[in-house]
């Protein structure tokens, strides 16, 4: 007998497109015609030109060699050299290994003073009472003794620690301050953070002319440069990020929702190479376009890639010709190491002081964040009645551990906070009737005095460095590899903006019930 037969069923659900007329997706028809018009005449489209397609380039090209101090701009990335700092060479290992060989000359009292102590993983494994190498050499013991023999002579410290920021000179063209840094965050170094001080710099150096081909731009995520080529849907332009080996965001944008088919790009030709020589540089150099000429499909005679008009731009740096480009060796993928010191600061216009506040200081956390910024739990306690409860008069509710305040105050550079410190009124001396002892000042380099002067002792810092909303101190270690593929290691020191300052939550003339 023939086994009996089955039949399934099923629903299957399938998209259709709502709209059957094609004509409507062809129009690409825009909400404001009149801001496309207007972007169009910003970026010279409207002149006219019946140009076709690109094809070759005819680039005429000067070059500039740069120079920075401690530096090599050919070989290394910038930023190892802009932000090292004087303790860049001091990594964990060395500090235990110069710790160890200096420890016989150092007293049992300088020993405990110098105890590296705690340290992150994977480092807790290491005693705490290890001498730290980098403690003595701050406080300038010993200087001379054989242990600091491979210690390197500290770079120049680019880093203001009135404005939060880096400052630098470079030379161009054998031109001492040709070019100008002035307030880096910190991070990668680009071709828009210089600006030059001479416009008719290098005017008579020699120039080049090579001829290159003609691309259409293209990026991850662009759409097909033809309205009815159909598009891949996994692909979302407005989740993919701005990358840095790619034209910047706003001209993204532009491409994006104006005529994103219309752009051409062409790359800068590299310098000639003589004859049984090492190929020249390509970084490390003031490039300027002299004078670019196309030659399109239609045969004809080539014409003049013309500069925007006068006063225009979309990009551009200050100081320097129209056409100019610096190019820097880049730090591609740099290993960021953990967080060694995190500090937040802001003005607190409730106290009418601003507030720096350490959260991490050489690895380990020392505030927790919810602490830090809410400081609730200093004064939950207080106000605290009953009939049974005698109460204490206190000036002010205790100050979270590790807040270091600054005062307004006028001084010969203007207006400058100016780091203080405050009483302990936890003290059992205050409770004895004697004066509250200072509290002690700051541990994080960041926020502490000078090189080599105790911290927490003359910090100043310009009001104009300091936001209400507040921002983020970080200092980590770095590391990349120059051109030639030599490790290249420094500490980074960085900051950034945040959505809120800390609150110190600070009571003043307070009853405090007594146990």
């Known amino acids: 007998m023939a086994p009996p037969r089955f039949w399934e069923y099923y629903t299957r659900l399938e998209p259709e497109r709502p709209n059957l007329d094609l004509a409507e997706g062809l129009t690409a028809r825009v909400a404001d015609p009149t801001w496309f018009l207007a972007r169009q005449w910003h970026l010279g ?21 740069i120079e920075q101090e401690g530096g090599d701009p050919v070989k290394v990335p910038p930023e190892g050299v802009l932000e090292a700092g004087p303790e860049s060479w001091w990594t964990i290992a060395r500090r235990l290994r110069v710790g160890r060989q200096i420890a016989a000359r150092l007293s049992p009292a300088e020993r405990a003073q110098h105890a590296i102590g705690e340290l992150p993983a994977p480092y807790d494994i290491v005693d705490p009472a290890s001498v730290d190498g980098l403690a003595v050499w701050r406080e300038r013991l010993h200087p001379g003794d054989a242990a600091f023999a491979g210690v390197p002579v500290p770079p120049a410290d680019r880093w203001s620690p009135e404005t939060l920021t880096y400052d630098d000179d470079f030379a161009a063209d054998g031109v001492e301050g040709a070019l100008v840094l002035r307030g880096h965050d910190g991070g990668p170094l680009d071709w828009y953070s210089v600006d030059g001080t001479d416009p008719g710099l290098g005017a008579g150096a020699p120039t080049t002319t090579t001829r290159v ?5 293209s990026w991850p995520g662009a759409p097909h440069p033809r309205w009815w080529q159909i598009e891949d849907h996994r692909v979302d332009w407005a989740g993919e990020g701005p990358d840095r080996s790619h034209m910047a965001t706003v001209l993204l944008l532009e491409l994006l929702t104006g005529h994103g088919d219309d752009w051409f790009t ?5 310098p000639p190479a003589e004859r049984d020589h090492e190929p020249p540089p390509t970084t490390g150099q003031v490039v300027e376009l002299v004078t670019t000429s196309v030659l399109d499909d239609m045969g004809g005679e080539p014409w003049a890639l013309a500069p925007p008009l006068p006063g225009w731009s979309l990009f551009r740096t200050a100081g320097l010709r129209v056409g100019t480009l610096i190019v820097w060796p880049a730090a591609v993928t740099p290993i960021a190491g953990p967080v060694l010191d995190r500090v937040v600061l802001a003005v607190d216009e409730d106290t009418d002081l601003a507030w720096a506040v350490e959260l991490t ?7 927790p964040d919810a602490e830090n910024l809410r400081a609730r739990a200093q004064v939950e306690g207080l106000g605290a009645s009953g009939a049974s409860h005698g109460f204490d008069y206190a000036p002010s509710s205790p100050l979270p551990q590790h807040w270091h305040p600054y005062r307004l105050e006028e001084t010969d550079a203007g207006r400058t906070y100016v780091q203080g410190l405050v009483p302990d009124l936890n003290d059992p001396a205050r409770l004895a009737g004697q004066a509250a002892p200072l509290r002690p000042g700051p541990v994080s380099t960041l926020i502490g005095g000078a090189h080599g002067e105790p911290f927490g002792v003359g910090h100043r810092l310009r009001p104009t460095a300091l ?15 120059t051109t030639d593929g030599t490790p290249l290691l420094w500490i980074e020191r960085s900051r950034h903006p945040l959505n809120g300052g800390p609150a110190s939550w600070l009571r003043f003339d307070v009853l405090t019930a007594r146990p």
């Open 361 to 367: 200081v050489d690895g380990k956390p020392v505030l």
């Open 467 to 481: 936001s209400n909303q507040g921002l983020a101190l970080e200092r980590r270690f770095m590391l990349a590899r």
């Open 266 to 270: 062409f790359p800068v030709p590299d």
């Open 45 to 65: 489209e409207q002149h006219g030109e019946d140009t076709s397609t690109p094809v070759v380039v005819e680039v005429e090209v000067r070059r500039l060699a």
């Open 213 to 217: 081909l003609a691309s259409r731009l």
